[in-house]
Each structure stands twice: as C-alpha cells, then as structure tokens.
C-alpha cells in the first residue's frame, strides 16, 4: 500500500489538463485555484486539518472550456465523483467526522455542457454535451503520513 499524506487547508483539487470528449478534447478554464478549507482542530504550519464533507464545496465547479475546434468560450459544470472511502482515513478525529486523506487512485470527473463553445466567427456550435476527465488532491505538506 502507498503512503498518502493526511490533506489540509491550502491543499488544492489538480485536474486533467484536457478533457476527453468524441471527436475531440476540451480543455477547461477554471475560475481560480480549487483550494480546500479545513474544519479541524489539527494542525500543520497554522493549517488545519481537512475533516470528511471539507472538500464537498469543490465537487461541483462552474467553469469555461473551449476544443480546437470551437475556440469561443463555452461554459459548463465540473463535477467531481464524490471521494471513495479510501480518501478517509479511518480515524475519526472529531465526533465522527474522518480525516481526509490522498486518494489512493484519481477521481472521475465529468464536465457537463450548458452554453456550447462556437467556432470563430459564432458559426457552428460544440454539440458535444459532456467530456470526461480525471482530478485528484496535492498535498503540500509531507510530515503527516497515513499508511
């Protein structure tokens, strides 16, 4: 088993740099940093720990995207699956809530179409309606190891 590093406040969500869609890729404009805020009394460097339900507020992003294709902004939502119970550690540190932790494998994550990307000029359109991706957390810190 890897070791994964226990997540807090300051450690942000990473996604897949393009977006897999047919025929072609979407790469996505995030709207700023996807940072997480910890909830726990634990502390690291004045950072606190980040308790299960901290990362819930960057499961669901509004964000622009364009493909190669269709170079005017479109919009749409990035959904991120929710965490495994494996991104837990099974220690509970305040009442019931777990630690959160690396994930031991990337999340799945789909970005759904609401106003479609056009080609130059506001020609044709994306018809594209979702586009599928991967994200996953980056630890800052390396001291608090959970096995």
Known sequence: ???????FEGDELAISETFRGSPEDATLELPGRLVL????HLT?????????GDEDELM????????RKFTES?????TIESMDPMGHAKVAVEG????LVEPLQDLEATFQVTTAAKSR???AEDTEKSYRGKAWFVAKQKLLKFA
């Open 60 to 67: 669901v992003v509004t964000c622009k995207y364009t493909t």
């Open 74 to 78: 479109g919009e749409g939502t990035l």
């Open 121 to 123: 000029g506001g020609g």
């Open 44 to 52: 690291c460097n004045r950072r606190r720990a980040c308790l299960q």
């Open 1 to 7: 088993m890897s070791t994964r590093f226990v997540l």
């Open 96 to 99: 019931s809530k777990y630690l």
């Open 37 to 40: 805020k910890g909830s726990g």
